[in-house]
Structures are given as C-alpha cells and as structure tokens.
C-alpha cells in the first residue's frame, strides 16, 4: 500500500465516522426523530394482515376438521363428537403454537371464519406444554356424557312418538291413512310402475 493509499483510508474512516456521528446526534437530540419503542411499555399496533397467534371462536367452529387436515406441520387437533341434532359437537380443539409455523393455510380455509390470527405475538413461556392453547375449556368426559345423555333421550322421544302413532293408524282404513299423517305432511302421488 502507498502512503497516498493510506492517507485516503484514513480520510474515509474520518468522514464514514463523521457522517454516522451526525445521523446519531440528530436521532439523539430530535425528539421527533425518536425510534426505540419503550417495550414491554409500549407496543407496537400490528397491522389487519398481521398473522398472530391463532385463535379459534369455538361458538361458531363446525368441528369440519379441514383446518387439521391442511395443516402442514400437524399442530391441530380436535376432536368431536354427533349431538342430537345431528351437528359435531367439539370435545377438544388444540392448537400447539410452539410448532405453527404462521403459514395462515389454516385460516384460508376455515368455512365458517372462526379460525383466524390475533394481534398477540408474545408467547414466551417457561414449559413446553404451555404452548399447546387448549381452547374447549369444559372436560372432554363430560362433553361426551351430556351428548350421550340428549341423544338417548331424543331417540326416547323419537321412540315414544313412533309408539304414539303406530296404534292410531292401525284402527284408521287404509284409504284413510293420509289423516294420521304428521301435520304439513302431504301424501306422495302413487308411483307409475
Ligand atoms: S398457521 Fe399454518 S402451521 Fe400454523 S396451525 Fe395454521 S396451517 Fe398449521
Ligand atoms: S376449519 Fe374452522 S370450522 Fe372447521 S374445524 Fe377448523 S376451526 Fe372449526
């Protein structure tokens, strides 16, 4: 290296050195200039899009299971069980954060957009099975008893108004049977062979 070399490094070290000084001291000094948040005081506002960790308004999941099934990493699990009326009825939906990985799959293709990100984004916990969100807070066994319960009894109910029905049309004529039928009921047109 020449000495003309050598004093043109030292010139760009000193005028590098100065340009970041000066950017420093005006941050320093305007307030308005102000970068450093003082968290956990203050946080930062996430935007719409912000894909946070997942929560799930189980009031309106159908338990569809397809939010399980597109998930590439196998972090959510449910489980569910036919009510009465025919619907699912969740007994467990878990979510293991440790292992999403964001991706959102899992809300796109919620039919019912109860599955979306929150705004939350802090999750730093001391256990690991904290990170599993447990979102049917009632227990499992006792989900499944009352389901079990309200269909035994409406198949009860269902049976008794079989029961109720069966001997009516018994002592009706046959061609008076469209008069034991449920009320709206209209009676099929007979079928051509
Ligand atoms: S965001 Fe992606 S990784 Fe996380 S639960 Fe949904 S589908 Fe799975
Ligand atoms: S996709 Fe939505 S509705 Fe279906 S089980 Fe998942 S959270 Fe529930």
Redesign the pocket.
Known sequence: MGFKAYVDDIVEAVVTTAKGMRITARYGVDAKEEVTQQYPEERRETDDRF?GI?HNDIARCTSCTM?AK???????TLESVRGADKKLVLVSYD?N?M?????????EVCPPKS?V?SGDYEKALFNRGDFTLHFVHEDGDAIKARVAKQVAEAAAKAAEAAKVTAPAAANVPKSDLSAVAPEGAKAEPEKKA
């Open positions: 894909r997942l939010c597109v998930c590439p990493v196998d972090c959510i979510i954060v292992r999403c990985m964001y991706c959102g799959l899992c809300v599955l990100h």
